[in-house]
């Protein structure tokens, strides 16, 4: 099974700065299977990122992926008051499927 | 526009059962895999199943294999989620999610999720 480990667990940042955030995992994701979400309270996770780095649609470019391997990162530019949420990474490159332990982004 | 609607959710004691359904719309439901990925009050997210499009073939991880059970019926467009032998620990938000394509594991879509509570 494939761990992810997400840092920090919590980042305090003030709208318009940006955000990274990171997600590693134990063993290689090969083809860049990880994919981003967006969780709000009381709501469904989101669809940000897929591939790494491939925005889904309507997601706008300030969210961005990048990495590869074991070790890949969501970058927000000029967060937004409607960013601040818990993220979680995922990898689809193996069974079971699994989720990393979340980034909670909180106004600071 | 892709919708997806669970039902079923509710109390139920330890060792008994429940089915949960997911309605889908908005999209030719039988040419898209599909999954259940649960989430524990204050917890992540953890996936527990998936079919694929035709329901010839099921997924799932070894915290569930054996006790809970993913189906559809294509002729109804609904995703079914029967669980049995439950636990305290299966206390969460069920969400039933879309796969975007064939080969693809990950989660285009999801419902607005179902809470199902083990307690006695």
């Known amino acids: 099974e494939i761990v992810l480990t997400q840092s920090p667990g919590t980042l305090s940042l003030s709208p318009g700065e940006r955000a990274t955030l990171s997600c590693r995992a134990s063993q290689s994701v090969s083809s860049s299977y990880l994919a981003w979400y967006q969780q709000k309270p009381g709501q469904a996770p989101r669809l940000l990122i897929y591939g790494a780095s491939s925005r889904a649609t309507g997601i706008p470019d300030r969210f961005s992926g990048s990495g590869s391997g074991t070790d890949f990162t969501l970058t927000i530019n000029r967060l937004e008051p409607e960013d601040f949420a818990v993220y979680y990474c995922q990898q689809y490159v193996s069974s079971p499927l699994t989720f990393g332990g979340g980034t909670k982004v909180e106004i600071k | 526009e892709v919708q997806l609607l669970e039902s079923g959710g509710g109390l139920v004691q330890p060792g008994g059962s429940l089915r949960l359904s997911c309605a889908a719309s908005g999209f030719t439901f039988s040419n898209y895999a599909m999954s259940w990925v649960r989430q524990a009050p204050g917890k992540g997210l953890e996936w527990i199943s998936s079919?694929?499009?035709?329901?010839?073939?099921?997924f799932y991880p070894d915290s569930v294999k054996g006790r809970f059970t993913i189906s559809r019926d294509n002729s109804k467009n609904t995703l079914y989620l029967q669980m049995n032998s439950l636990r305290a620990e299966d206390t969460a938000v069920y969400y039933c999610?879309?796969?975007?394509?064939?080969?693809?594991?990950?989660?285009?879509?999801w419902g607005q999720g179902a809470l199902v509570t083990v307690s006695s």
């Open positions: 079919v694929t499009g035709s329901g010839g073939a099921t």
């Open positions: 999610a879309k796969r975007p394509a064939v080969g693809t594991a990950f989660f285009e879509y």
